[in-house]
């Protein structure tokens, strides 16, 4: 089998989060809205209106940019981008062509574990086009139906040079652009409702073969950048072993069959006319607004995990875990103000906290847990007043009722059982209800040691002080011998 | 003055464009039309290789409007104007294969 290097590049789409448009001032709260109720003459392209615009959308570009190390260049400008699709009525997208927001940046990330670069080649903003229905009853046979609601949502494009060697490096690098972009809220980051959206593309190289360049889109998730690269990987390997060529296209991912498809009837390249738009100015960003900017950027993901990692000494996997999220890790450092056993807090954190968010659908800023609660319900943990099973039954009871852990215990009349007394008795009772498994044990079974301390914990509904009750049953066993 | 664009280009200008003239506007904008075109003839004869389509701007600040959305008032207006409407949708020919619907949402 030959060598093959991989070599990708990604294309970033990230909706930017403002209250308007990109040049008009329709709103942008366009999901679940009735079609066509959110336009006016500007974004729906009528003779006569003038595009102007909105300074939030100048903000939060150069806050990615900033936030990605570019170069932010003295002029930008607005170009023209001509095509004929019903999905922009005015028949072309004002863009950026060779004066971009933002060039010669990069950004790092982890990928399984190794720190990783990729430079990121521009960033520059421009509009978002309608939707377009293909299928509704309402849709007279052999139409589509057009919507132009999303029409001048302004986005930012995100272009990496192809530095990412495996789908592996291209699903990590997007995580983490997403994260960026959450954490400076410039964008919501939501995949799924394509307000930010992944291209990639793709080549498969050797010491003796030029790659030949793929374009894949249409991938809704992270889990299918991952899926439709590791295909396209496969499919590339598979032709030019078979002495096959790879042709030179734009292919979409087919999430059900799993399968990337050539998209038919694009292999010519474009001709998009650009031209500078004569509605808009060329415009200069002052540098007082570039240096508020960079000084009002927070703590971005891969600082606050590397802090994570040297301050709280946690593993580059659990810090990654923790920082996925703004608001998870700001819970975490809450957490820690009242309790100060960071691993506890942490583990805690992604087991049961994410397990019961999950449960109830919602997010940590919605839930009725706050930090606070979370370390008294720890500190009780820590100082063997709850076991950790009882801590995990009052926890769920945090999240349903907002209760505090202490009021729960009380009202309950949990407590540890920790008298050695009243446990020998009930260790006793068990290893006489259970004779097979004491013969077990003490014929090497340790496995039925675990089976009587479950018993035990049954007994007292799970009261029993896991470790004393442990060395209780060893005693007593060994006396049994 | 030569006249270079012809009424039965401007009538099917406006025919497509979806746009319906009295017979007077359309001889006033012939006019019109006729005027800016000779205007471009003579502009051609300046050399401006070495200008920029920008250099008449200058590098102030564009206007910019603050991000506070406001609706406008004839959106319900919009779909009236519309050849061919159906659910609140403007309706155009098919644009996809059936096969290609699902990946062609938009194409940006």
Known sequence: MSDFTTTIGLEVHCQLLTQAKMFCRCSTDYIGKEPNTLVCPVCLGLPGSLPVLNQKVVELALRAALALHCQILPQTLFHRKNYFYPDLPKGYQIS????????????????????KKARIRRIHIEEDAGKLVHEG????????????????????????????????????????????????????????????????????????????????????????????????????????????????????????????????????????????????????????????????????????????????????????????????ADFFEDTLRNFNKPRMVCNWIVTEVFRNLKELGTTISRAKITPSHLAELLKMVDRKEISGTMAKSVLEEMFTSGARAREIVTRRGMALINDEKELENIVKEVIEKNPQSVADYLSGKEKALQFLIGQVMKETRGQADPELTRNILIKVLSSEE | ?????????????????????????????????????????????????????????????????????????????????????????????????????ENEDRRI
């Open chain 1, 137 to 328: 009853a309402f849709l007279p046979p052999g139409t589509s139906g057009v919507d132009c609601n999303r029409c001048g949502i302004p986005l930012v494009e995100i272009v990496t040079e192809p530095d990412l060697s495996s789908p592996e490096e291209a699903r990590d690098c997007l995580m983490m652009l997403r994260n960026i972009v959450c954490y400076l809220e410039v964008s919501d980051g939501n995949m799924e409702e394509g307000s930010l959206r992944c291209d990639a593309n793709i080549s498969l190289s050797s010491s003796s073969l030029t790659g030949v360049k793929v374009e894949v889109k249409n991938m809704n998730s992270f889990r299918s950048v991952y899926r439709a690269l590791s295909y396209e990987v496969e499919r590339q390997r598979k032709l030019l072993e078979e002495g096959k060529p790879v042709f030179q296209e734009t292919r979409h991912w087919d999430e059900i069959k799993g399968v990337t498809v050539s998209a038919r009837g694009k292999e010519e390249a474009e001709d998009y006319r650009y031209f500078p738009d004569p509605d808009l100015l060329p415009f200069s960003l002052k540098t007082e607004m570039i240096e508020e900017i960079k000084s009002g950027l927070l703590e971005l993901p891969l600082e606050k995990e590397e802090r994570f990692m040297t301050q709280y000494e946690l593993s580059q996997g659990e810090a990654e875990i923790l920082v996925q999220d703004r608001e998870i």
């Open chain 1, 96 to 115: 950026q062509y060779n004066l971009p927001i933002g060039i010669d940046g990069f950004l790092e990330f982890y990928s399984q574990g190794v720190r």
């Open chain 2, 1 to 101: 003055m030569k006249e270079v664009v012809y009424l039965s280009e401007l009538e099917k200008i406006a025919r497509l464009s979806k746009l319906g003239f009295s017979a007077e506007e359309l001889q006033s904008f012939l006019r019109d039309i006729n005027d800016i075109v000779a205007h471009f003839e003579k502009l051609n004869q300046l050399d401006l290789q070495d200008v920029s389509p920008t250099s008449h701007l200058g590098g102030g600040e564009p206007p910019f409007f603050s991000d506070e959305p406001q609706a406008w008032e004839g959106s319900e207006e919009v779909l009236k104007g519309a050849p061919w409407v159906a659910g609140g949708y403007f309706i155009v020919p098919r644009i996809v294969d059936k096969e290609e619907k």
